[in-house]
Structures are given as structure tokens and as C-alpha cells.
């Protein structure tokens, strides 16, 4: 068997203990006779799957008891809309935008009311975290949403913006688990699992109680009140059931890996060793302001597209996969979630630095 290193941001890399231990279950789940993906899931057996996912997540973060966790669907982009609809009473909310997913959030908040851009980076093209220590908000704005990673250009917020007493809504989908959070600080958070927590189709949304409501936008379908699957546990009609298992088993990973301290420490080193080597290269340099990398999606370029298409091609082929930057933005990038193992980014830096000793190298980077 021949496991590729698989930097893609995402669906992304699992843990492999996780996909062996899903195989071994895949043709009866605990002398269910059934594999997880044929289980009703009204049965005891996968209440007891999601019960225990809810709980060690619980565990994992721990979640005050005023804040419920959601297993929901529609991706990372249907909580764009699902948030101001639940949330804009006064049809009025600000908005960070500081990538690609928080401009389409904001975008989306427009939709129902007047999404007021509060900060911004994209005057340089997303290469930083805008300051967001000292926000004017406006006194009857509903919340304040922004991206805690910033999954395609490579930068994170390693300090909370201050809301001013107004719920955080954090987009969390690629730093979900990655390190501790303070649950307690926001009112909303909530990410696709595709990045760092299980397969695609599971959106998890953890929300303090009291912003639970009935009394949502006009018009809010009954699948896009966060009440509706509050009130129903989260098997309001059938879930991602065998989604939630994966979910369910990755938290357990984690928990074997020392927790969310640990898997910090454990993405620190990883993240490091990548960025020292892109400071250190005469070939290749990271693509964004040092103060806010990301510890997930590590950007980075060499001098030239022709070049940087030729290291995708032969990391390839070593086994080293799905290197390519996003589309709009070019260059590379090394997705390095918590189940990238640190062998994996060591065998990255070895390939990056045999690549520059065979390129000649005639221009000095930007
Ligand atoms: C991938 C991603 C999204 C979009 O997620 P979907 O689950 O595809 O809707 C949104 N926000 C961030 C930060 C992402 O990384």
C-alpha cells in the first residue's frame, strides 16, 4: 500500500489509524451485522455514535453547558446564509474580510440586510490580517462575523478581534481542532469537516443557547433554523450519519494525540519547520506578511509560474501531492492540517531543497 502525502486544503487528509480502524468496520459495525452507511439513523446503536461524537467534542474544547454542537450539512457556505437569517434581527451585521470565504460570507450577509465590511485586507490582496483591535461597529449591528484562517491565502488571526460585546461568528473551517478555543469568547463557530476534522458533508456548528431563536428572518426554511436541529438533537430529519462516525472517531484521535494542547504543539513544530526553510531559500518565499501565517496553509512561490508549475509536477511524482496554490491566487500551497504527520512536511523540505540545488536560480526573489 502506497499512501501519498496529500497537502490538499481540502477535503484533506485523514488520520490513518482512522481510515484503518473505518475499514475494519466498514461490513459489521460492532456485530451490528451492518456496515455504519446502511444504519437507520433513528436506531440506538447510531444515537450512540452521535451522542458519543457530541461528547468528546464536548471533552476536546470544553464547551460550556450553555452551547449546543449541531451536525448540520451544506458546507461552510450555506452557514453564510444560515447565520444571518437566524442571527440579523436588526438586519445589520459587520464583517472582517480578510479572504476569499469571508468576502463570500459578507456577501452572502448582504443578501438579508446590511453587511457593514468593518476591516479589511484586500488592498493587498489578502497577504495579512487587518488590525481588528479597535473596530468601530455599529451600536445596532447583530453580530460580528470573520474567518479565523484564511484557508486559500495562507494568514490566521492569532488574536480574537474585539465584537465590543456583540456575538463572534467565526468561520472556523481550517483551524477547527488544530489548537485549543476559548468556546466561551463566541457565540457562533462553526466549519465544513472536510478540512481538518472528518469527510465532506458534515458541517458542525457550535452556538451559545441564547442565540437559539424561533424567531429567525421571514421566510427562514425550517432546515435553516438552527432551532429546528437544536430541538431535535441534530436528527431533525436523517444526518451525514456516516460523516459524524468518521467525526467521532478523529475526535477520539485526537484525544490519543494528548488533546488540543498537544496537537498545537505538534502543528507549531510542523508549520515551523516549513516556514524556516521558505525564509532561509534563495528559491522559493512564502507569500504572506511573517506575524500572520497560517499553521494550516502554508503559501508560498518560487521566481517564477514556469518554475512553480515544474515543482508541483515533480513533487507529483515523489509522492508529494496536490501542491498547487488556488486557482485565483497561483503559487503553491501546503496544506498541513492535524493529520499531516511531521514526516510528511520533513520529506516536503528534503524535495524543496533537492529542487533549488537542481534549478539554476538567475533571479533573486521578490
Ligand atoms: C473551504 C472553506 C469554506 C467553504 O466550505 P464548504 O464546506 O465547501 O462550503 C468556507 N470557509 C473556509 C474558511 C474554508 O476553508
Redesign the pocket.
Given at each position: 500500500m502506497a499512501r501519498t502525502y496529500n497537502f490538499s486544503?481540502?477535503p484533506a487528509v485523514l488520520p490513518e489509524a482512522v481510515l484503518a480502524e473505518a475499514a475494519q468496520e466498514m461490513l459489521d459495525y460492532q456485530g451490528s451485522g451492518m456496515s455504519v452507511m446502511e444504519m437507520s439513523h433513528r436506531s440506538g446503536m447510531f444515537e450512540g455514535i452521535v451522542a458519543a461524537a457530541e461528547a468528546d467534542l464536548r471533552a476536546l474544547l470544553s464547551i460550556p453547558e450553555n452551547y449546543r454542537v449541531l451536525f448540520l450539512q451544506?458546507?461552510?457556505?450555506?452557514?453564510?446564509a444560515m447565520i444571518p437569517m437566524n442571527l440579523m434581527k436588526s438586519k445589520k451585521a459587520a464583517y472582517i474580510v480578510s479572504?476569499e470565504?469571508?468576502k463570500?460570507?459578507c456577501e452572502e450577509g448582504a443578501r438579508f440586510g446590511e453587511a457593514v465590511v468593518v476591516a479589511s485586507s484586500a488592498d493587498r490582496t489578502f497577504s495579512y490580517v487587518p488590525d481588528c483591535s479597535d473596530l468601530s461597529i455599529p451600536a445596532d449591528a447583530d453580530y460580528l462575523h470573520f474567518?479565523?484562517?484564511?484557508?486559500?491565502y495562507g494568514t490566521r488571526f492569532s488574536r480574537l478581534p474585539e465584537p465590543g460585546g456583540r456575538p463572534l461568528v467565526a468561520?472556523?473551517?481550517?483551524c477547527f481542532l488544530s489548537a485549543p478555543h476559548a468556546v466561551e469568547k463566541y457565540g457562533l463557530m462553526y466549519?465544513?469537516a472536510?478540512?481538518n476534522i472528518g469527510p465532506?458533508g458534515v458541517?458542525i456548528v457550535i452556538i451559545r443557547e441564547d442565540l437559539i431563536t424561533s424567531d429567525c428572518l421571514p421566510g427562514t426554511p425550517t432546515m435553516l433554523k438552527y432551532k429546528t436541529h437544536a430541538d431535535a438533537a441534530s436528527l431533525y430529519n436523517t444526518p451525514p450519519a456516516y460523516g459524524i462516525y468518521i467525526c467521532g472517531k478523529v475526535f477520539r484521535w485526537i484525544m490519543g494525540m494528548g488533546g488540543l494542547s498537544a496537537m498545537q504543539a505538534h502543528n507549531e513544530k510542523k508549520a515551523a519547520i516549513l516556514y524556516d526553510y521558505l525564509d532561509e531559500s534563495a528559491l522559493f518565499s512564502g507569500s504572506v506578511q511573517e506575524a500572520d501565517r497560517s499553521l494550516m496553509n502554508v503559501c508560498f512561490r518560487s521566481t517564477s509560474p514556469e518554475v512553480d508549475a515544474r515543482f508541483i509536477k515533480e513533487a507529483k511524482a515523489a509522492g508529494l501531492d496536490n501542491l498547487k496554490g488556488y486557482r485565483t491566487v497561483g503559487g503553491m500551497r501546503a496544506s498541513i492540517y492535524n493529520a499531516m504527520p511531521i514526516a510528511g512536511v520533513e520529506r516536503l523540505v528534503e524535495f524543496m531543497r533537492d529542487f533549488e540545488k537542481g534549478v539554476p536560480c538567475t533571479t533573486t526573489t521578490a
Open positions: 486544503a481540502g451544506g458546507g461552510a457556505s450555506q452557514q453564510f479572504g470565504w469571508s463570500k460570507a474567518c479565523e484562517n484564511n484557508t486559500i468561520d472556523m473551517s481550517s466549519g465544513g472536510q478540512k465532506a458541517t
